[in-house]
């Protein structure tokens, strides 16, 4: 017994030993990389509304909390300071709006920054240091727009955008890799970004990128003379028709199976629908903004009304401009202007599973009482000032004419 009780403790000390090993181990990760002794920046593109970390590689073993600079250009006198001077911010990201400022989209875990639903604006430097100005480690970030982008359908025989070559560098597309397909037991749909690169050997060589002598388009290493041409390159998506199984769920068990078998013998069962429905009601004439639970732009989204499915090559934003109802980019569902015929259950597939819906009623307005704030009282007004605006300089013009005639008369006169 004794000699049992001597093994255990020797195996528990051990066990103390190898994690306190561990534990070090994890703490020197900072040791295996160095820090640069000039400072460079690693670049990276994203989409636009895509959310991205940036890792700070490298610090000193003494310094326990980092800053985050965020700079457009390099030697610009504006610059963000991305911090709690503790390294700990936390953002729910479920809260962040698009086009809030990056003041309220970052996070700062394990020294990494993170940056939610990234804008075009967000492109620039992102430096990695400390309050006193120390700097570790940079990255060149470019975010490419979504507005613009052009898309090919693969069923309908359409192609990317060839490569385009000029005298000192090159422009094409880098493709992702393909999303899963986005619904499963009937046909789906699979996308895959292309986000603009560039390639030439005029680069500025303080910029780090994975293939020499390639950056995205909007990186800053890119001379201001290649930029006019760079910049009419715009993101892709490619879209293709795709066909996967659904993944068998377990079978209920007996007892609840039997439970269930009685209530449909002794009365009608209550529909219940296959995923959790919110409810909303929206005013006739008013738009609506939908979008499905935990998913990115990044992520394989879908959208069905009832049973009708709603394909991005007849619902995709920019297929129809007089669209009413389409899909953009973010994989947000618009209803502009809603009708009556909009009701109806919206689900949403996220990644080739079905995981929510959404019960939309549309209903007439109540009568209230008008205030400024109102979008109809503001265009009201709006449209009456204009039509003052053109009324009045249509009513100046004529008489500056009528003037100038009179003038020009009396001197024929003399």
Not at 75 to 93: E, M, P, R, Y
Not at 174 to 199: N, P, S
Not at 324 to 332: A, E, L, Q
Not at 336 to 358: H, K, L, P, S, T
């Amino acid at each position: 017994m004794e000699m049992r009780l001597v093994g255990i403790a020797i195996f528990l000390r051990m066990a103390d030993v190898l994690h306190a090993f561990a534990v070090m181990e994890k703490e020197d990760v900072f040791k295996k990389t160095p820090c640069p002794a000039f400072l460079m920046f690693d670049n990276a593109a994203y989409l636009a509304d895509m959310s991205f970390e940036l890792p700070c590689h490298c610090k000193p073993e003494e310094v326990t909390s980092v800053v985050w600079y965020f700079q457009k250009n390099m030697g610009s006198q504006q610059t963000k300071v991305l911090t709690d001077f503790d390294g700990t911010i936390v953002v729910d990201s479920g809260h962040i709006r698009v086009g809030s400022d990056m003041l309220k989209r970052f996070s700062i875990r394990m020294f990494s920054l993170i940056i939610f639903r990234a804008q075009v604006t967000d492109s620039g430097h992102y430096i990695c240091g400390t309050k006193k100005g120390d700097f570790f480690y940079g990255y060149d970030i470019d975010v490419q727009p979504s507005k613009g982008i052009t898309v090919a359908f693969e069923d309908q025989s359409q192609h990317p955008q060839k490569d385009q070559t000029e005298k000192h560098f090159s422009v094409f597309t880098t493709f992702w890799a393909w999303t899963k397909c986005d619904r499963c037991g009937v046909r789906g749909e699979q996308r895959r970004i292309g986000l603009c690169y560039v390639k030439s050997t005029y680069l500025y060589p303080r910029y780090r990128t994975g293939t020499a002598d390639v950056v995205s388009c909007g990186s800053r290493s890119v001379p201001m003379r290649f930029q006019g041409t760079i910049s009419l390159r715009k993101p892709e998506v490619v879209i293709r028709s795709c066909m996967r199984p659904c993944i068998k769920k377990k079978a209920p068990e007996e007892g609840v199976l039997s439970i269930s078998n009685l209530i449909a013998k002794v009365g009608h069962k209550p529909w219940l629908p296959p995923v959790p429905i919110q409810f909303h009601k929206q005013l006739l004439g008013n738009s609506l903004i939908i979008a499905c639970p935990g998913a990115r732009p990044e992520h394989a989204v879908a959208w069905d009304k009832d049973s009708t499915r709603l394909y991005r090559t007849s619902f995709l934003i920019g297929v129809n401009k007089s669209m009413r109802v389409f899909i953009d980019h973010g994989n947000h569902l618009h209803i502009r202007f809603a009708q009556m015929n909009d009701r109806g259950i919206y689900y949403c597939w996220r990644e080739g599973q079905m995981v929510a819906g959404f019960r939309l009623s549309v209903g007439y307005r109540g009568h209230h009482k008008r205030t400024l704030d109102d979008p109809e009282t503001k265009y009201a007004i709006k449209a009456i000032l204009t039509s003052y605006v053109l009324i009045t300089m249509v009513f100046i013009t004529i008489h500056v004419c009528r003037c100038c005639f009179y003038a020009f008369k009396c001197l024929a006169v003399r």
